[in-house]
């Protein structure tokens, strides 16, 4: 079945039949593909007028899930509510949701208009009501003059606009978006990112999104949900995310460039404060956060996002770690540097060479091979607390003097 086919679009609601509350409910959603268990115990509340998107590594369930909510997969067990109804048995195309795929998912034979009243037509409503529905969509959309064209006809972006076009016709209780943007060139994609948030503005719809892309969820979500191995690790607004990620995987997982890491010992523990040292790290003192079990000798992994780092200019004695530059990108507005600094290896590192990555807003005469010294100050630094691996506590680091700079 193709999903230009698939019920999702056959039989849209007459929306006056509707529940006027237009919100998610996903509880304890799982979902196993013979004993592969692809979703596990995912809950999610998603309030009206939301834009939530879904982000997390390849193969994380995302698809699946979004997938189960349209009825396109069974659950294995849990419960699914929409508009505060049970779907979880319903068709799709009884479950007042509309999906539009990175495929587009059009009918070649079929013209934009047709295209975009097919889910109307086949729920066999007046040709008026279909013709208004069309006219308004491609009046938000702006394809007014591509009503007559076929999909052939269209660049791709023309062809996402149509496939939007046909879910805001059956005007759903939740929009669904599976990478939408994905099949377009970088251009497009800033230019459509701009005009889906603020066609969100517009209907005031509730809109659930998939995407790879990190600018994508940050400057389109209400609310991320962050996915790794089905499960949900956090969900909250971007910049919460961003600010105060619960766990590990978040924080290395949403920030470009990435977060630095690197493995840190306890020394010592005093009320609530801990002293920290690594090969080639200065020591620190942070502020653990109420009810951190810490104690002396533990793992510890500190994080500290790129743009946080400073070059220290050379004649400070702040730095007592000189790195050595190893490769610098100049992107314009910024650069990247990547800086071997000796003993202090960073786990998990942007470059995957064990080099600190450093975010400069200006251009830098830095050059490969350049000797620089870095700096940080401890309250923009991370502490958590396990082995490295999905860590279950996170500790923003706060320096019990804030006016001093730490230093690798
Ligand atoms: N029909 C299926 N049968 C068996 N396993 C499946 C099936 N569909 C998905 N999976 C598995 O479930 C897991 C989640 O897949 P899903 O497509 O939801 O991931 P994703 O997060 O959307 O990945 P991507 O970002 O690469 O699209 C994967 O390991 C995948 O191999």
Sequence with gaps: MTA?????????????????????????IEKSYGAYHALRGIDLSVEEGEFI?????????????????????????????????????????DRGIA???????????????????????????????????????????????????RPKQLSGGQRQRVAIGRAITRSPDVFLFDEPL??????LRTQMRVELSGLHAELGATMIYVTHDQVEAMTMASRIVVLNRGAIEQV?????????PANLFVAGFLGAPRMNFFDVTVDRVSGATAAISAPGLAPMTVSLAD?????????????IRPENIRLSP????????????RLVEHLGRETILYVDAGALQCVSSESGTGNVTVQIGQVTPKAADTPVSLSFHPHDAYLFAGDGQRTVTVRKAIHSNQTKVGTI
Aim: with cysteine; proline share 5%; charged share 25%.
């Design 4 to 28: 230009a086919s698939s019920p999702i679009f056959a039989t849209p609601r007459n929306r006056n039949e509707r529940n006027t509350m237009k919100s998610l409910e996903l509880h304890r």
């Design 99 to 149: 999906m539009v795929f990175q495929s587009y998912a059009l009918y070649p034979h079929m013209t934009v208009a047709e295209n975009m009243g097919f889910g109307l037509r086949m729920a066999k409503r007046p040709k008026e009501e279909i013709d208004a529905a069309v006219a308004r969509a491609a009046k938000i959309l702006r394809i007014t003059d591509q009503l007559d064209k």
């Design 182 to 187: 994905s099949n377009l060139d970088a251009a």
């Design 236 to 244: 909250g607004s971007p910049l919460d995310l961003y600010r105060n």
């Design 314 to 325: 050379d004649d400070t004695t702040r730095a007592a770690i000189s790195g050595k530059v």
């Design 291 to 303: 009810g951190v079990a810490l104690k002396p000798g533990d793992r510890a992994t500190l994080g």
């Design 53 to 93: 998107v879904m982000v997390g590594p390849s193969g994380c369930g995302k698809s699946t899930l979004l997938k189960t909510i349209a009825g396109l997969e069974t659950i294995s067990s849990g419960q699914i509510l929409i508009s505060g109804r049970n779907v979880t048995k319903e068709e799709p195309g």
